[in-house]
């Protein structure tokens, strides 16, 4: 019967069989892995995980024939995976279709980057299941997706104050010296210091602590 219209996020089961057909085979340790690559390890990796799911289910049902105890017993290695995969996919193609609506090409170029990384992060943790499935095969894969990786981490460097600043409050907010995006650290700590009020005054208690000193000072015996 396919798919209903009214779920998008899923439509790409319709293709389950063709998706489960697909291999990822990387040009060298360092080809570019781009972001439709990772939606398409993704695509195969829920496919793969929600067939191992049904069959482990079955598996389960048949041997105890309690519904309950069935998904208990399936859903540790198997569905859990399979919804932690779901919504990464989910995630990363939402985050795909913002990108596709920027008009700002320096801004697009940025935050295709922040999809490849976090893309690259989240199916780092699923290459075993990639493996083990077959959809990738020997070292090649692996060195790609870690070279990636290290790469977009480097180029996001320079960026990374600025992309803090987007996901937290704005420092102006926060009244903030030290998360301001513009690398001036020391003077902006320095600039609070000596303009809050009564800074380079001697506290309202000074006398109290003078005038209260019973004990005499320890003599120094160096």
Not at 39 to 61: A, G, P, R
């Amino acid at each position: 019967e396919g798919v209903p219209k009214c779920l998008p996020d899923i439509q790409f089961l319709n293709n389950m069989n063709q998706i489960m057909k697909t291999k990822y085979a990387p040009s060298s340790p360092t080809a570019v892995v781009e972001l439709s690559d990772i939606l398409d390890m993704f695509h195969w990796l829920v496919c793969y995980l929600l067939e191992k799911s049904h069959l482990k289910y079955q598996e389960e049902f048949a041997k105890s024939q309690n519904a309950f105890v069935a998904r208990c017993n399936s859903q540790v290695y198997n569905c859990h995976t399979l919804s932690i995969a779901f919504y990464q996919l989910v995630a990363l193609k939402r985050f795909s279709k913002l990108i596709s609506e920027q008009d700002d090409p320096s801004m697009k170029l940025i935050l295709i980057k922040l999809g490849r990384l976090y893309g690259l992060w989240s199916i780092d943790k699923h290459l075993p299941i990639l493996y083990a499935g077959g959809y990738i095969s020997g070292s090649l894969p692996n060195d790609a997706i870690k070279e990636n990786v290290i790469n977009l981490c480097s180029a996001l460097k320079d960026q990374a104050v600025s992309l803090v600043d987007v996901f937290a409050p704005p420092d102006f907010i926060l009244n903030s010296a030290l998360g301001k995006s513009d690398g001036k650290l020391y003077k902006n700590l320095e600039d609070v210091i000596m303009n809050t009020p009564g800074a380079l005054e001697r506290p309202y208690w000074w006398k109290e602590v003078v005038e209260n000193q019973d004990v005499q000072p320890v003599k120094s015996n160096l």
